[in-house]
């Protein structure tokens, strides 16, 4: 017996399915407890969309099955292509996104943030589909509409039909096997109403598609807890407004939409109404559209012809309108071939079409829109309206008024895009459900359940991509789907363009502002000051701006202007008790500002960004300015995005990392992971980018796991930042910058700036050890100290006199910094040779 039914993604015949139908609750139970991935679901369909559009082994075999239901070859070729961008991962995420508003949408997410209130969607549960037998896409998209809501389905497909829906559902969770036990697919016959009542007592929804007699019979074995979302037949219809009564173009393009598939989508014109109340205008109309239609009817192929029956209501219906003509001035213009026909009828009233090319022409005065139409408002669905612009609006407002749910263009009623309501709702709403949780005060500090779960694993088509360096990541081609460009300031490397489209920034800073709520800072409360560096392309103001309106918190978008005393007084005229910016910049600004700073004393929280906040100076800021709070804003790049954030149990460079980055951290000399809490390289992979396909990129900084659960409860892993490849140097030999301000930290105590300057001397480099001024740590003792225990750096400056060494303290304002971001530089090559 040859199986022609899945079972959660897998092939059964019919004696399978009957010894399994008697414990399927027990396992749609324990499929309801699982969770489905979208990003899977993504990955799924855009492979199955390529190799459809490929046209390979699949194609055809998807093909032969249509041909065997006997559909036309042409039929076969638009039902393939119409699936293969519906299955695009860019067309179902943005269903998603237009459905529910969020590309997370079963994650709750807070909702506000004076009240511990969260929201999220959630799916129905198990979702019962019943789809018409002559529609053969509208069973494989009927069934991925439930998937993109997250529910386990139970598809019935009837005997008649071959196994084209079977075949291509099976396809689809072969690439993504975790899929299967959200797919069902049941070829079972309507006639069978004991076994369909058994599986729809199970659902918590059930779909249908067709008639009314469908509709009803559904509803007959649908129990009442379940949500019967009916998708029956509906009626549409073409408006044209007397001003564009004679405009050819027009005329013609309505034409296109009663040939179109010979009137078989509910979005099909059965109708046309001219704005009029004059039989002689509506005359004098119908003969011009007779010859519009005359010209277009060739040149739209045909589609399947009318059966006995079809052609008999055609028949019965065209000589009835000539009996009416006797009575009220009705009349039939029909093509010589009997290929078209208009039924022109004075009487306003809506009335079905027999279909297959044809129509009816009726008046209609804008003022007589909504009584004719409004009693018949349950079945309309669109309304294809011709008219000049000055009129859309009142026209559209009076279409909607009366029941319409959709209004289109002339020559595109029939069609539309994905991701548009249906019938006049989003029909993903209607496969979910809203759910809403008011949660204890420990979730201060929380704003979505991502950050209490497991963060996913990497996709393995990610994962099988090498490593990318920074040449890779320049070398990456710009996708069309770029719209926001901008520069890495960075503090060390070749300046770097990274490209987002509006989703992906979007996205990427409501991570963003999760994180700096994460780490303190209220939205309800604080008054922040951005103070980050602004202009040349660099991201970081215009992205904490971003950021914090995510947040509604208020915010004055200062920058970090050189004019520290206006600052410091906005910062004491508008009572700003929280800033954002730059290590360096802030440093400065406490340094040269700091009497009015101390007298004001409202400062209360610093979040800061691009560089380490040195342990000194964070202590000086608590002990005289009052300052409570002194964290991390975000560890990230232009590059990547927004990658960790601090939570109050985080210290130092300990961050949590963000639930849109996948975080690899490999050894320093191969491409593997490292052990425990070895330091490494850290290697990152955005998991919500779509602009630039950026997978497994080595930030250019070094890091280590920190191991365990927070004691904040989050399940975000912690990692640990240990400086940078970049501030490793050559001079001839290779020193480290972070060697350097270990052995000063750890011997004299010193924690302030520190930056090295490369230099070409007499035939070798110089290396000038920059300290600040505010130190006690005299120049000749800072030295000593670094020679006496950097042992490669006393071989190359002592032993071999291969290298020059000096040390000098500066003031803060003579540290370079990078322009656009206002890191503080820690190596400086200012030799014309560089070393190779």
């Known amino acids: 017996m040859a199986p022609t039914h899945l079972w959660r993604g897998d092939w059964i015949d019919d004696r399978e399915l009957t010894d399994r139908l008697p414990n399927l609750a027990a396992i749609l139970a324990e499929d309801c407890q699982h969770s489905l991935d979208l990003s899977a679901l993504y990955r799924a369909g855009a492979a199955l969309a390529a190799e459809l559009a490929r046209r390979g082994p699949l194609y055809h075999t998807l093909a032969d099955e249509l041909a065997q239901t006997g559909d036309a070859p042409d039929d076969a070729v638009a039902t393939l292509a119409t699936l293969a961008e519906f299955l695009r991962a860019e067309t179902l995420e943005y269903q998603v996104l237009r459905a529910f508003g969020d590309p997370a949408p079963f994650t709750p997410r807070r909702i506000d943030y004076a009240d511990h209130r969260f929201e999220a969607w959630a799916p129905l549960g198990v979702l019962g589909h019943v789809t018409p037998a002559n529609a053969r896409g509208v069973a494989t998209m009927s069934l991925l509409e439930g998937l993109l809501a997250g529910n386990v389905n139970l598809l019935k497909t009837s005997r008649r039909d071959g196994l084209f829906t079977q075949k291509l559902l099976r396809a689809l969770v072969e690439r993504e096997p975790t899929l299967k036990p959200f797919v069902y697919v049941l070829r079972l016959s309507s006639r069978q109403p004991e076994v369909l009542s058994a599986l729809f007592a199970l659902c918590d929804g059930v779909a249908v598609w067709g008639g009314e007699d469908a509709v009803a019979a559904v509803r007959a074995m649908t129990p009442p807890a379940a949500r019967l979302i009916e998708w029956g037949h509906r009626i549409s219809f073409a408006y044209v407004a007397r001003e564009s009564s004679a405009d050819p173009a027009a005329l013609r393009a309505l034409a296109h939409d009663v040939c179109f598939i010979e009137q078989q989508a509910c979005s099909s014109p059965q109708c046309l109404y001219l704005e009029t109340d004059d039989p002689a205008a509506l005359h004098a109309f119908a003969g011009r559209f007779a010859a519009a239609l005359a010209e277009v009817a060739p040149t739209v192929p045909r589609g399947q012809p009318p059966g006995p029956h079809e052609q008999a209501e055609i028949t019965t219906t065209r000589e009835l309108c000539r009996l009416d003509g006797a009575i009220d001035g009705s009349r039939v213009i029909e093509a010589p071939d009997r290929s078209w026909r208009l039924l022109v009828e004075p009487k306003p009233g809506l009335r079905a079409s ?30 294809g309206l011709a008219c000049p612009l000055e009129r859309l609006a009142e026209l559209s407002r009076a279409l909607l008024a009366a029941g319409v749910t959709r209004v289109a263009r002339p020559g595109e009623q029939v069609g539309g895009y994905f991701g548009e309501p249906h019938d006049g709702v989003y029909s993903l709403q209607r496969y979910a459900r809203r759910v809403s949780l008011e949660l204890p005060a420990s979730v201060q500090g929380i704003t979505s359940f991502a950050e209490l779960e497991t963060p996913p694993s990497l996709p393995p088509d990610a994962a099988a991509a090498p490593v990318m360096d920074k040449a890779g990541f320049l070398a990456l081609p710009i996708d069309a789907a770029a719209q926001l460009y901008f520069k890495s300031g960075g503090s060390s490397g070749d300046p770097k363009v990274s490209v987002f489209s509006h989703a992906d920034y979007a996205r990427q800073m409501r991570a963003a502002g999760d994180g700096l709520y994460a780490a303190g800072l209220d939205p309800i409360r604080d008054r922040c000051m951005n103070l980050f560096f602004a202009g040349h392309l660099y991201g970081g103001f215009i992205s904490f701006w971003s950021a914090l309106e995510q947040l509604r918190a208020v915010q004055l978008p200062m920058t970090a202007i050189d004019d520290l005393a206006e600052v410091a007084a906005i910062i004491e005229r508008f009572q700003v008790d929280t800033l954002l910016g730059m290590p360096f910049y802030l440093v400065k600004l406490f340094h040269e500002q700091g009497e009015r700073l101390q007298r004001y004393g409202g400062v209360r929280k610093i979040f800061y960004g691009g560089e380490h906040f040195p342990p000194v100076e964070r202590a000086r800021l608590h002990r005289e300015f009052g300052v409570a709070i002194i964290r991390s804003a975000a560890y990230g790049s232009n590059d990547a995005g927004p990658m960790g954030y601090q939570c109050p149990h985080c210290a130092g460079g300990v961050h949590h990392l963000l639930s849109t980055q996948h975080l690899e951290i490999l050894a320093l000399d191969a491409d593997r992971p490292v052990a425990a809490d070895e330091v490494g390289r850290l290697v990152v992979t955005p998991l919500a980018r779509t602009a630039q396909a950026i997978r497994r990129y080595e930030t250019g900084d070094l890091g280590r796991w920190v191991a365990g659960i927070c004691p904040c409860g989050r399940r975000a892993p912690r990692f640990e930042l240990l400086g940078r490849h970049g501030d490793i140097f050559r001079a001839p030999y290779f020193f480290s ?27 070798r480099s110089r290396i000038t050890l920059r300290l600040s001024d505010r130190t006690a740590l005299e120049a000749s003792q800072a030295r000593a100290l670094v020679l006496a225990h950097y042992h490669d750096l006393r071989e190359f400056v002592v032993e071999r006199g291969l290298t020059e060494f000096s040390v000098e303290r500066l003031p803060l304002a003579r540290f370079i ?20």
């Open 737 to 763: 910058y972070a060697t350097f301000a270990a052995i000063l930290a750890e011997q004299a105590g010193y924690d302030g700036a520190i930056q090295i300057v490369l230099t070409q001397g007499e035939g």
């Open 354 to 383: 027999p279909l297959f090319r044809t129509l009816w022409i009726k008046p209609l005065p804008m003022t007589a829109i909504v009584p004719t139409l409004r009693p018949l408002r349950a079945w309309l669905q669109t309304a």
């Open 817 to 836: 910094a990078t322009p656009t971001s206002g890191k503080l530089q820690h190596v400086v090559d200012l030799r014309q040779e560089r070393p190779s």
